[in-house]
């Protein structure tokens, strides 16, 4: 049952305890919550959970760093240092401590999965609450945390990120690019991913990049001060060919903030990841 207040579920530590809880939720909280704790899973390796005060607690190494429970008509996800992160999490919850911030998800749609993963990866960089030798989680205190160390911004704005493979830097590199340019960046990322949802994703010369397996890079972007570049690597091949370049395979175009045509990417991304792309991306 749940009402306006966090569950009776015993405290625990483990998955099962916290797989116990969710399936005991009614929907929609019960597909949401789910859906929240795959995300984690995916998006933090060594993840580990446990149960306190009623909720889900996540965290990686020595500390939980957010927590997922079901209410009357919601599912709240709280981020304990969320005063920290960036964008800052709309929700300020009560009796959760100062600095915790989150969100209210009402249903599947409310999920913006790369925001979610963006803060996840941000928060998991910041000393958790609890910890090993104060046996877990602990209420969040008044004191201040140390921020998160931001990625440097490049020339134009470009966030500069580590060479790494997979969704959780591609995500972290999104969440660090400033103004209206992220916002772009993202729609760019949730595109590709439906159309090629195989896609490899890494991060590589401060760019997003994007392989089917075998084949190679199809498709990448990066921030400049007045645009987002989107770079096709077999552009030559594509039909129409994208306006910018002229090397032998690789076309591009520049996304202002109000240029980006949704029908032609379209069509552009799909002919891309049926081609053989550039490089090896395992």
Same mark, same amino acid.
């Given at each position: ?87 800052? +999490?709309?929700?300020?919850? &009560? %009796? ?9 998800? @009402?249903? /599947? *749609?409310? =999920? ?56 959780? +830097?591609?995500?972290?590199? &999104? %969440? ?9 960046? @993202?729609? /760019? *990322?949730? =595109? ?73 990417? @379209? ?16």
């Amino acid at each position: 049952m749940v009402t306006g207040k966090a569950s009776p579920a015993k405290p625990a530590v483990g998955d099962k305890p916290v797989f116990a809880y969710i399936a005991s939720l009614p929907q929609p909280q019960r597909g949401i919550a789910e859906r929240v704790d795959t995300l984690a899973a995916r998006t933090l390796p060594g993840l580990q959970r446990c149960i306190k005060w009623g909720m889900s607690y996540y965290g990686v190494g020595d500390g939980w760093c957010f927590c997922c429970g079901g209410f009357t008509g919601h599912v709240k996800l709280m981020f304990v240092n969320g005063a920290t992160l960036s964008p800052i +999490p709309p929700v300020t919850p &009560v %009796a959760m401590g100062k600095s915790t911030r989150g969100v209210e998800l @009402r249903s /599947l *749609d409310d =999920l913006d999965e790369s925001q979610l993963a963006a803060w996840m990866i941000q928060v998991a960089a910041l000393p958790g609450v609890g910890g090993k030798k104060r046996e877990y989680a602990e209420m969040p205190t008044r004191k201040s945390p140390p921020r998160a160390r931001k990625p440097r911004l490049l020339a134009g704005g470009n966030p500069q990120v580590a060479k790494a493979d997979g969704d959780a +830097p591609v995500q972290a590199y &999104v %969440a660090a690019i400033p103004g209206w340019k992220r916002d772009v960046a @993202r729609r /760019l *990322d949730q =595109l590709i991913s439906s159309l090629a949802p195989g896609a490899r994703k890494a991060v590589r010369w401060n760019s997003a990049m994007y392989g089917m397996p075998g084949k190679g890079w199809f498709v990448s972007f990066h921030v400049f001060t007045h645009y987002v570049k989107l770079t096709f690597f077999a552009g030559t091949s594509l039909v129409p060919p994208p306006s910018g370049g002229s090397a032998k395979e690789a076309r591009w175009i520049n996304i202002g903030e109000q240029d980006m045509n949704e029908a032609q990417l @379209r069509r552009w991304l799909k002919q891309a990841a049926a081609l053989p792309g550039w490089g090896k991306n395992g």
